[in-house]
């Protein structure tokens, strides 16, 4: 972070406007994945996998990925079921983006995104059940990581609150998937958030 953004920091800090600084705070790369992510939701929206579904064709299923379509780890991660699920992931993704590009480097957010997202892949892979899986949560809980280990190092940088912030996040998450394990791929979020955590410390 240049002297500029740590003087802009500090003054949004103790105007305790640390949101709407945030704001102004260019985030090029969080929004270039953004785009991505919604082209392809486009793509599967128009239907040009013609007879086979874009989640049969590019998700993760099992038994395609283990018979060698090992691609399949990372095309799942851009795959939504939903327009509601799409909204929620990309909503996180701008918020967790802009966080990342603001406090880390710009960089780390593609990076840790897709890392993390195809180590949650991985894990769901090795791990129960054996289902198809799709989305882009992943990368979303490796941000999670990241930024934990961020609140920790460099806690002087945020509000006194923010660690505590993401460990409830991550908390919530965790409640949620277990209450909804039908549904939630909890072995895709924890290898996401591992990877992010492990990057954290590395990076």
């Excluded at 600084?21 to 013609?50: E, M, N, Y």
């Excluded at 979303?140 to 934990?148: D, E, N, P």
């Amino acid at each position: 972070i240049n002297h500029a953004s740590f003087e802009s920091l500090a003054e949004a800090l103790t105007a305790r406007e640390f949101p709407v600084w945030l704001k102004t705070r260019k985030t090029t790369h969080t929004r270039a994945l953004v785009a991505s992510i919604a082209a392809v939701a486009i793509v599967q929206i128009l239907g040009i996998f013609q007879q086979r579904s874009s989640i049969d064709a590019a998700g993760l299923v099992k038994d395609e990925v283990l018979a060698g379509q090992y691609w399949r780890l990372f095309t799942c991660t851009l795959l939504h079921g939903s327009p509601l699920h799409l909204w929620m992931n990309l909503t996180a993704l701008m918020s967790l983006g802009r966080l990342t590009e603001v406090f880390t480097t710009r960089a780390f957010v593609p990076i840790v995104f897709l890392l993390s997202a195809v180590s949650g892949s991985v894990f769901s892979l090795i791990l129960p059940p054996h289902a198809t899986s799709i989305g882009a949560s992943g990368g979303l809980m490796g941000l999670f990581g990241i930024l934990a280990v961020a609140g920790v190092r460099r806690r002087e940088l945020f509000p006194s609150d923010f660690f505590k912030s993401i460990i409830w996040n991550i908390v919530l998450i965790a409640g949620v998937g277990l209450a909804a394990y039908l549904f939630i791929d909890n072995a895709a979020h924890f290898g996401g958030l591992l990877c992010g955590l492990v990057l954290g410390i590395l990076l």
